[in-house]
């Protein structure tokens, strides 16, 4: 009974430690596509996944350092929009979208509106443009649509020589033009720093992947460091996750779980012993 016993509790310690090694060493899982174009691939497996897009700002086609924005995308899924007949089907993708304003003081700035290019994708590449349904009409099913930070969607191009986008949020009639609201960085202002909105983009047909690209945002309220209601606009670029970093060759396991089950294989041989002495007949010389 003590042999198979020591074996016992040697067997749990090494499979403690191999349990928790196994935990320490699992990889963590990738979301998106991110391809050397700065576009971004998004499909089914994303949900809930977010990516982070930073933008720079620029006034008049100049560089302003520390005029900056941040956006991050929060991928809500899809949902088919069933129609009358087939070709009537309709896919809408959702995102909830966290816009920052992080504009360097003194330098302030007023984020106004933000958009992007919209592409088909076969999960490794991108295909032609894929065009939106219902843009700049009233937000019913079927629809692009905005709601929260901004309420309108819109087509067009941003100024300062930015160049067309597929589709832009704002509060504004067009991505040219000027509007009240957005995030700024001014403390004497009502608007806040950080706000949501939540952006559906509808499709023709099935859709099951696409890709984003082209991101930009529109500046207005430019002061300070020379400017005095100025306004621009900033390109971004999405951030690449960074890769895991591979296991080490040794892992620690944890000194609580396998030290426990050292005491348990110790205490059952210390039983074992004590029941084998107890069964010993004494032996009487004749």
Known sequence: ???????LA???????????????????ASAFTFLNDGSVGINDSDLNSTFTVNFDGNVATQNVTGLTSEATFKFLGFTTIAGATRNSTKTEAAFEISLSNTTSAPLLSRT?????????????????????????NSSGSGDTRSIGLFVNDRSGSFPNQFGDVDVCFTNGNTCQGGTSGGVDNNPSTSNPQTDKFTATLAFSGSVSQFALNNFGVRY???????????SGTGQGTAVIPSAPKPPGPRQIPEPGTVGALLLMGAGMLHTSRRKQQDGQQPQIDL
């Open 1 to 7: 009974m003590y042999r198979p016993l020591s074996k």
């Open 220 to 230: 207005q309220s430019i002061d300070g460091n020379g400017f005095n209601g100025a």
């Open 10 to 28: 040697l067997g749990l310690a090494v499979l403690a430690s191999a349990g928790v090694y196994s935990v320490a060493a699992a990889p963590s």
């Open 112 to 136: 106004s509106a933000l958009g992007f290019d919209v592409w088909n994708f076969d999960g490794t590449s991108l295909g032609s443009g894929l065009a939106l349904q219902g843009i700049g």
